[in-house]
C-alpha cells in the first residue's frame, strides 16, 4: 500500500525551527518528485517548496526562501522540511505529495500524506 505519513509538526515560538518529515512505504522515492504545500485556516492550499528526483533542484515559495529547506535521504526513503525563523503567518497543516518522473514541481501529485499542524505563537 503506497503512503505518505508526515511528522514533526507541532506547537513553537516565533524565531523557533522545526524539522518535518515526509516517510514514504510501499514504494521508493528515488524516481519521485516531491512537494510541501501547507493550507491555514480559510486559505487556500500553497505551494511551499519542491524537489527532484532526477538531479536534486529545489524550489520555494517567496514566502519561505532562505527560511526553509528541503532535503531528501533516498536510503531512508525519507523527505525532510527543515524550517527555520518561523513567523506566526507560518501556521498551517503542513502536507507532503509524489509522483513519480524526473521534473521539479508537477502539476499534478498522485499521493498525498495526511498533514501535520505546525504552529508558530508566542
Known amino acids: 500500500q503506497v503512503q505518505l505519513v508526515e511528522s514533526g509538526g507541532g506547537l513553537v515560538q516565533p524565531g523557533g525551527s522545526l524539522r518535518l518529515s515526509c516517510a514514504a512505504s510501499?514504494?521508493?522515492?528515488?524516481?519521485?518528485?516531491i512537494g510541501w504545500f501547507r493550507q491555514a485556516p480559510g486559505k487556500e492550499r500553497e505551494g511551499v517548496s519542491c524537489?527532484?528526483?532526477?538531479?536534486?533542484?529545489?524550489y520555494y515559495a517567496d514566502s519561505v526562501k532562505g527560511r526553509f529547506t528541503i532535503s531528501r535521504d533516498n536510503a531512508k526513503n525519507t523527505v525532510y522540511l527543515q524550517m527555520n525563523s518561523l513567523k506566526p503567518e507560518d501556521t498551517a497543516v503542513y502536507y507532503c505529495?509524489?509522483?513519480w518522473g524526473p521534473g521539479l514541481c508537477p502539476s499534478r501529485y498522485d499521493y498525498w500524506g495526511q498533514g501535520t499542524q505546525v504552529t508558530v505563537s508566542s
Open positions: 505529495a509524489t509522483v
Open positions: 510501499g514504494f521508493t522515492l528515488d524516481y519521485y518528485a
Open positions: 524537489i527532484s528526483s532526477s538531479d536534486g533542484s529545489t
